[in-house]
């Protein structure tokens, strides 16, 4: 064994008691309630740069690249200050949490009755609205959470229904012309603000609706379903693409296989193979 691991054995044995292991387990706890609160926001990916470059200071110190490490270093705060202001929304929600005492509440994950359930209503609602000519606008959040553009609307928490969507996007009513976001199978907001779409090659071809649909799909993972108010057509924007004019069973097929985790799917297939078989 090295000295200097000896040494450092040493004192850690030297000096670990009770009060060491509860200074662990507490520290262990709020570590994972702040991966917790961060897991599903745009906030990760900031963390992961940030680790990255951690690293790279580590490994130049070690090499002992001065100028180097010291412009690693330099990059780190703005790095961490960018991550206090991107995760802003999320720390007031984690206080409201603590205040309501939800802090402790688990991540509720959907059966497949319930995605199928989701679905079903998206399909029924957009199949109504597209024969009105009625717009509208439905983000589907997945893994990368929709806070800021939560906060930007209005809250409702309701249950997912057809009616209910059809409602919020009915001419005439205050949340129309904006976006509804789903959170699992409830809807979270109405009358909320997307980001638009900049590139070059869609300014001149498509509508705000779809413009919008369009940015918030290339920021996060989240499912956009579009309803033309124009022509009535149905679109899909998801993973920075917008696929238009959609069939309501193509869309359904497409909703289903793109919500479905991937477990699930697997044993979807497994089991209608079975089922051929």
Same mark, same amino acid.
């Given at each position: 064994?090295?000295?200097?691991?000896?040494?450092?054995?040493?004192?850690?044995?030297?000096?670990?008691?009770?009060?060491?292991?509860?200074?662990?387990?507490?520290?262990?706890?709020?570590?994972?309630?702040?991966?917790?609160?961060?897991?599903?926001?745009?906030?990760?990916?900031?963390?992961?740069?940030?680790?990255?470059?951690?690293?790279?200071?580590?490994?130049?110190?070690?090499?002992?690249?001065?100028?180097?490490?010291?412009?690693?270093?330099?990059?780190?705060?703005?790095?961490?200050?960018?991550? @206090?202001?991107?995760?802003?929304? %999320? #720390?007031?929600? $984690?206080?409201? =949490?603590?205040? *309501?005492? +939800? &802090?402790? /509440?688990?991540?509720?994950?959907?059966?497949?009755?319930? @995605?199928?359930?989701?679905?079903? %209503? #998206?399909?029924? $609602?957009?199949? =109504?609205?597209? *024969?009105? +000519? &009625?717009? /509208?606008?439905?983000?589907?959040?997945?893994?990368?959470?929709?806070?800021?553009?939560?906060?930007?609307?209005?809250?409702?928490?309701?249950?997912?229904?057809?009616?209910?969507?059809?409602?919020?996007?009915?001419?005439?009513?205050?949340?129309?012309?904006?976006?509804?976001?789903?959170?699992?199978?409830?809807?979270?907001?109405?009358?909320?603000?997307?980001?638009?779409?900049?590139?070059?090659?869609?300014?001149?071809?498509?509508?705000?609706?779809?413009?919008?649909?369009?940015?918030?799909?290339?920021?996060?993972?989240?499912?956009?379903?579009?309803?033309?108010?124009?022509?009535?057509?149905?679109?899909?924007?998801?993973?920075?693409?917008?696929?238009?004019?959609?069939?309501?069973?193509?869309?359904?097929?497409?909703?289903?296989?793109?919500?479905?985790?991937?477990?699930?799917?697997?044993?979807?297939?497994?089991?209608?193979?079975?089922?051929?078989?």
């Amino acid at each position: 064994m090295l000295p200097e691991v000896k040494v450092f054995w040493q004192t850690v044995v030297e000096n670990f008691t009770w009060i060491s292991v509860l200074d662990i387990l507490f520290v262990t706890i709020a570590l994972y309630y702040v991966l917790r609160l961060m897991r599903g926001t745009r906030a990760v990916q900031l963390v992961k740069g940030l680790l990255v470059l951690a690293v790279l200071i580590a490994f130049t110190g070690v090499l002992q690249l001065t100028t180097f490490n010291w412009l690693l270093k330099q990059a780190l705060i703005p790095g961490v200050i960018a991550l @206090i202001i991107l995760f802003q929304p %999320e #720390l007031r929600l $984690a206080l409201e =949490q603590i205040g *309501r005492g +939800h &802090i402790f /509440a688990g991540f509720s994950s959907l059966r497949q009755e319930q @995605i199928t359930h989701l679905v079903d %209503e #998206l399909i029924y $609602a957009a199949r =109504q609205l597209s *024969r009105e +000519h &009625i717009g /509208a606008l439905i983000a589907v959040e997945r893994e990368v959470g929709l806070n800021d553009v939560i906060q930007t609307g209005r809250r409702t928490e309701a249950m997912v229904s057809a009616d209910l969507l059809r409602t919020i996007f009915y001419p005439g009513t205050p949340l129309h012309d904006l976006a509804t976001v789903i959170r699992g199978d409830r809807i979270v907001a109405a009358g909320c603000l997307l980001p638009l779409a900049e590139r070059r090659d869609v300014r001149g071809l498509l509508g705000t609706r779809h413009r919008a649909a369009l940015g918030l799909s290339e920021t996060t993972d989240a499912v956009i379903v579009v309803v033309s108010e124009e022509t009535g057509a149905i679109s899909l924007a998801v993973d920075g693409r917008l696929h238009g004019n959609m069939a309501p069973d193509a869309l359904k097929q497409r909703l289903l296989s793109i919500l479905t985790p991937p477990s699930r799917t697997s044993r979807l297939r497994l089991g209608r193979r079975e089922d051929a078989a």
